[in-house]
């Protein structure tokens, strides 16, 4: 409740709880203007270090139906009041394994149970491009990790966002704080384009990707006008569109901050030559460096 009402003081509308191996269902705490939403935290430890010191996996399940307490694996932290939520849970107690095979069966799994299912913090996970390469059916990943971030690890995954994408991912950036310290709360968000408040609506939009990720950054439209992508958003250093191959461009600011950019797609749109897996996605970077990050967007969205 207290870190409820401490997200709310800030402005937030969505907040998801997602304790390790602990699934609760918070609905509890709904009210007319706020929407708590029902999540997990999955760790899948390497064998040779300790979960603090070596390899592992963190996944965020966020449960499509408030009232889904299916977990994949059993309670990993005792706190007072963890009986009650024990009892709820559903326990699969999947036979997870460090390595990708056994975390793409339990991924598999999470879909078809009903869950969104997303990659977190790869840098204090001590991971490279051989532990996240061969991983499918992700539905998003942590951009940012605000915790992680404090820490002192630089847990701004641009190259690892962009190598899923490459690799045929369909995959969306989210911001967290993942917070274990109050020092870590509000800094690292999404922002959803959902219809109203209902738990309904709100995972239709995370599904679809109706959103993007901020750490301060607003962006407030993204259309294309014949064959020019238009941005505009908040007071902005530089706007990048990153891109499927080496097509990227940026626009930066002369003097006073950038409000708004436009970027020809001609040259984008003939060099791809109809690929539907060809991408763009837009970076808005503040004059203080922090950055908002959009969905990927496919010429199926463009055209």
Same mark, same amino acid.
């Given at each position: 409740?207290?870190?409820?009402?401490? $997200?709310?003081?800030?402005?937030?509308?969505?907040?998801?709880?997602?304790?390790?191996?602990?699934?609760?269902?918070?609905?509890? #705490?709904?009210?007319?203007?706020?929407?708590?939403?029902?999540? =997990?935290?999955?760790?899948?430890? /390497?064998?040779?270090?300790? /979960?603090?010191?070596?390899?592992? $996996?963190?996944?965020?399940?966020?449960?499509?139906?408030?009232?889904?307490?299916?977990?994949?694996?059993?309670?990993?932290?005792?706190?007072?009041?963890?009986?009650?939520?024990?009892?709820?849970?559903?326990?699969?107690?999947?036979?997870?394994? $460090?390595?990708?095979?056994?975390?793409? *069966?339990?991924?598999?799994?999470?879909?078809?149970?009903?869950?969104? =299912? #997303?990659?977190?913090?790869?840098?204090?996970?001590?991971?490279?491009?051989?532990?996240?390469?061969?991983?499918?059916?992700?539905?998003?990943?942590?951009?940012?990790?605000?915790?992680?971030?404090?820490?002192?690890?630089?847990?701004?995954?641009?190259?690892?966002?962009?190598?899923?994408?490459?690799?045929?991912?369909?995959?969306?950036?989210?911001?967290?704080?993942?917070?274990?310290?109050?020092? *870590?709360?509000?800094?690292?968000?999404?922002?959803?384009?959902?219809?109203?408040?209902?738990?309904?609506?709100?995972?239709?939009?995370?599904?679809?990707?109706?959103?993007?990720?901020?750490?301060?950054?607003?962006?407030?439209?993204?259309? =294309?006008?014949?064959? =020019?992508?238009?941005?505009?958003?908040?007071?902005?250093?530089?706007?990048?569109?990153?891109?499927?191959?080496?097509?990227?461009?940026?626009?930066?600011?002369?003097?006073?901050?950038?409000?708004?950019?436009?970027?020809?797609?001609?040259?984008?749109?003939?060099?791809?030559?109809?690929?539907?897996? /060809?991408?763009?996605?837009?970076?808005?970077? /503040?004059?203080?460096?922090?950055?908002?990050?959009?969905?990927? $967007?496919?010429?199926?969205?463009?055209?």
């Amino acid at each position: 409740e207290e870190v409820k009402d401490a $997200y709310k003081a800030l402005g937030y509308q969505i907040l998801c709880l997602t304790d390790h191996n602990t699934i609760a269902n918070h609905s509890d #705490m709904n009210e007319p203007d706020f929407l708590m939403l029902t999540g =997990v935290e999955i760790n899948v430890n /390497a064998p040779d270090k300790s /979960a603090t010191g070596g390899r592992t $996996y963190h996944l965020n399940l966020i449960a499509k139906k408030p009232d889904n307490m299916w977990s994949p694996s059993k309670v990993f932290r005792k706190f007072p009041g963890a009986a009650e939520y024990e009892d709820k849970m559903q326990c699969e107690e999947m036979d997870l394994q $460090y390595n990708p095979d056994s975390i793409n *069966a339990m991924i598999a799994k999470a879909n078809e149970k009903g869950f969104l =299912v #997303m990659y977190n913090h790869p840098t204090w996970s001590c991971q490279a491009y051989p532990d996240y390469a061969p991983l499918k059916g992700l539905w998003g990943m942590e951009l940012r990790n605000t915790e992680c971030c404090l820490l002192g690890h630089n847990e701004n995954n641009f190259r690892v966002y962009k190598d899923l994408l490459t690799l045929g991912n369909r995959i969306y950036p989210l911001g967290t704080d993942d917070l274990h310290s109050p020092r *870590a709360l509000g800094q690292s968000w999404i922002m959803v384009g959902a219809s109203d408040l209902s738990y309904g609506s709100v995972i239709e939009a995370l599904e679809k990707g109706d959103f993007y990720m901020s750490c301060g950054p607003e962006i407030t439209s993204l259309r =294309v006008e014949g064959d =020019v992508l238009k941005v505009t958003c908040s007071d902005a250093q530089r706007v990048n569109m990153e891109t499927y191959g080496r097509l990227a461009k940026v626009v930066t600011a002369e003097g006073e901050p950038l409000r708004e950019a436009e970027f020809p797609l001609d040259n984008f749109l003939a060099k791809v030559n109809g690929d539907p897996e /060809a991408f763009i996605y837009i970076t808005v970077t /503040a004059p203080d460096g922090s950055y908002a990050i959009t969905r990927p $967007y496919y010429l199926k969205d463009l055209l």
